[in-house]
């Protein structure tokens, strides 16, 4: 098993940043990948980024690339997402997740995704 907890998320005014931060603990040596999510009110959990945990590739969605920059720091098995000029759009709960599984491409569904922490709510104010 293995556990996932966020942290880092609030109220931002549009134009600011946040810096996320999701801790595995447990068996982590099965991670592969660590993917980030959001799901808005009344919308589908949507990818928003994923990196390999060993090499430190990375993917991102479209609507986020140019703005957000995902980091990981192996010796304290946290991954950090930068999100910096937030938009009102990028109101959401922020999930991470962990797949354990080794896939040639960086998975952007959630089902391939194994592991996932409680949420963490990031609202950004216009």
């Known amino acids: 098993q293995v556990q996932l907890v966020e942290s880092g998320g609030g109220l931002v005014q549009a134009g600011g940043s946040l810096r996320l931060s999701c801790a595995a603990s447990?068996?982590?040596?099965?991670?592969?990948?660590m993917g980030w999510f959001r799901q808005a009110p009344g919308k589908e959990r949507d990818f928003v980024a994923a990196?390999?945990?060993?090499?430190?590739?990375?993917a991102y969605a479209d609507s986020v690339k140019g703005r957000f920059t995902i980091s990981r720091d192996n010796t304290e098995n946290t991954a950090y997402p930068q999100m910096n000029s937030l938009l009102p759009e990028d109101t959401a709960v922020y999930y991470c997740a962990a797949d354990r599984s080794q896939r040639s491409t960086i998975p952007d569904y959630t089902r391939a995704y194994d592991y996932w922490g409680q949420g963490t709510q990031v609202t950004v104010s216009s």
């Open positions: 447990g068996r982590t040596a099965s991670l592969y990948t």
């Open positions: 990196l390999r945990w060993s090499s430190g590739r990375t």
